[in-house]
């Protein structure tokens, strides 16, 4: 991987200095772009893919019960009506806590 630096550089160098160095780091601005904007992407598509359950086989929440969700950093409460995963919801960055109050 070094090996192939040293012409690139070097090429770059020469590029650089004829051309203008808007040549050369205006597409390492673009690659650095690209993989960033892939990467955020890339977490989206990965945080909804693993959703456990089949939708198909949502079902509701019993009447005995009432389960909230909470986020810590902000005091957001979700009231959850039909479980269609075991898995928390996110917000902030971060999963929610999950809350069972039985109701009289």
């Known amino acids: ?3 192939l630096l040293i012409p690139i550089a070097a090429i770059a160098v020469v590029i ?3 051309f ?4 050369v780091l205006a597409p390492l601005l ?10 955020s992407l890339r977490v989206l598509v ?8 089949d939708p198909g086989a949502a079902t509701p929440v019993g009447t005995d019960e009432r389960t909230l969700f909470w986020c810590e950093e902000c005091g957001t409460e979700v009231l959850l009506l ?3 995963s ?3 919801p996110s917000h902030c960055g971060q999963r929610m806590h999950e809350r069972t109050e039985i109701l009289n």
Do not use: H, P
């Open 1 to 3: 991987m070094l090996l």
């Open 16 to 18: 650089g200095v004829n």
């Open 20 to 23: 203008g160095w808007q040549w």
């Open 30 to 39: 673009a690659y650095a772009l690209l993989r960033w904007s892939i990467a």
């Open 46 to 53: 990965t945080d909804a893919k693993d959703l456990g359950a």
């Open 82 to 84: 039909v479980r269609g």
């Open 86 to 88: 075991s898995r928390a």
